[in-house]
């Protein structure tokens, strides 16, 4: 049957939240539990079809993955344009666009291609939950305008995990690449506050922070999964193992990605000791709405 015609709702579970806040990690934890998949940060799929370089979880490209090979044919099939469909992601799928996205409605722009990644992103998910027998789809994409697209998808169940990490930890990760900690304490001010103006309305929401997660993944993964009403039906008794099983999922931190089975949940708060005290009172000050809001100690 083509995907065209395929009239199954798809549940997926959006990791949401700023880059660097261990989302690939939480992603592969809930892939991990039985009848959830991860597929990492979709939106770099159509990127992915067309660059052979880059590579699944497994560690082969798209087109020879056992799992994102046969999602390619699909869409193959279904004629979807890959090379075109690629190159509208790679304009609308970006926080740059977010505004272009947004006021589509109202503004000349964009509408044309984003009917087309619209239509082509439902072939794929439909793809996705064919080929993973019905699993929860977990997509720890985080990027508001690939959001924006799930929301606008027909015969999609939108659960949302809220991801938040100490934005002074992720100000000092970010600080790793030669980026400003203060720029990026903004930048995760507003990527948190524009999530929870976006999903403000969908019935089932959760949020964690990635410190709980990483101290107790049991009992935090179990609330979530309360909160989202997703716990597995098959599980016989409580949750009692996190475990981080090799996956497909493309896209997001390499070193949480590629660790295989090695990989360990972990909290890393570096940050504490290795920022200088002037700047990390400085970033304190900045966050410090969304800090308290969060639960976050401000000083020490
Ligand atoms: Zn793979």
């Not at 579970?13 to 806040?21: D, W």
């Not at 403000?200 to 009403?229: C, H, I, N, T």
Request: hydrophobic share 45%.
């Amino acid at each position: 049957m083509p995907l065209s015609s395929h009239p199954i709702t798809t549940r997926v579970l959006f990791v949401a939240g700023s880059m660097r806040s261990g989302s690939t990690l939480i992603g592969r934890a809930l892939g991990g539990l039985p009848g959830f998949v991860d597929v990492g940060e979709v939106h770099w799929f159509w990127e992915h079809c067309v660059n052979p370089v880059a590579r699944c979880g497994c560690g082969m490209n798209l087109r020879g993955c056992v799992f994102w090979g046969q999602v390619v044919l699909d869409l193959e099939r279904d004629n979807v344009d890959l090379e075109q469909v690629a190159s509208d992601a790679r304009t609308l799928l970006r926080t740059r666009s977010l505004g272009r996205v947004w006021l589509r409605r109202i503004a000349p722009g964009p509408s044309h291609k984003w009917s087309v990644l619209l239509r082509a992103s439902e072939l794929l998910f439909a793809s996705i939950e064919s080929r993973s027998h019905g699993a929860v789809i977990v997509d720890s994409s985080k990027l508001l305008p690939h959001f924006t697209l799930l929301r606008e998808m027909t015969d999609v169940d939108l659960r949302v995990l809220h991801l938040v990490r100490d934005g002074r930890a992720v100000a000092h990760s970010w600080q790793k690449r030669q980026r400003s900690p203060f720029l990026t304490m903004l930048i995760w001010m507003i990527q948190n506050c524009l999530m929870e103006l976006a999903s403000r309305r969908l019935p089932y929401r959760s949020r964690v922070l990635y410190e709980v997660f990483a101290d107790r993944p049991v009992k935090a993964v179990q609330r979530v999964l309360g909160e989202l009403e997703l716990t597995p039906h098959v599980l016989e008794g409580p949750l009692t193992d996190i475990a981080l099983p090799p996956t497909h999922g493309i896209g997001g931190s390499s070193r949480a990605r590629f660790s295989g089975e090695t990989a360990e949940i972990a909290l890393d708060d570096e940050w504490r000791t290795n920022l200088a005290p002037v700047t990390r009172a400085a970033l304190t000050l900045i966050g410090m709405p969304l800090l308290k809001r969060y639960g976050y100690r401000l000083w020490h």
